[in-house]
């Protein structure tokens, strides 16, 4: 498996429909955003996190997060 790359990330859902999830993703990626899914089994289930990045600087990730707002996407900056 390829190392991890370090930096932050703009975490926006976590949904367990796997259509949905890949429709999002798909409609993030054609807007510009470097959106992909990270599969995350829990009690309830399989979900999967939808996440634009990575951003090496926190500054990045930030005006990546005000970008996704202004299209209407509400998120976090998380560490990846």
């Known amino acids: ?5 370090p930096g932050f990330v703009v975490q926006l859902a976590a949904l367990a429909d796997a259509k949905a999830a890949a429709a999002l993703v798909s409609k993030l990626k054609s ?5 992909y899914l990270e599969t995350l089994k829990t009690r309830q289930g399989t979900m999967r996190r ?10 990045v ?3 990546q997060q005000v970008k996704l707002s202004a299209a209407g996407y509400r998120g976090v900056v998380t560490t990846k």
């Open 61 to 63: 990730a930030d005006a």
């Open 1 to 5: 498996a390829p190392a991890p790359v």
């Open 31 to 35: 807007a510009g955003f470097p959106a």
């Open 50 to 59: 939808f996440r634009v990045g990575p951003y090496p600087p926190r500054e």
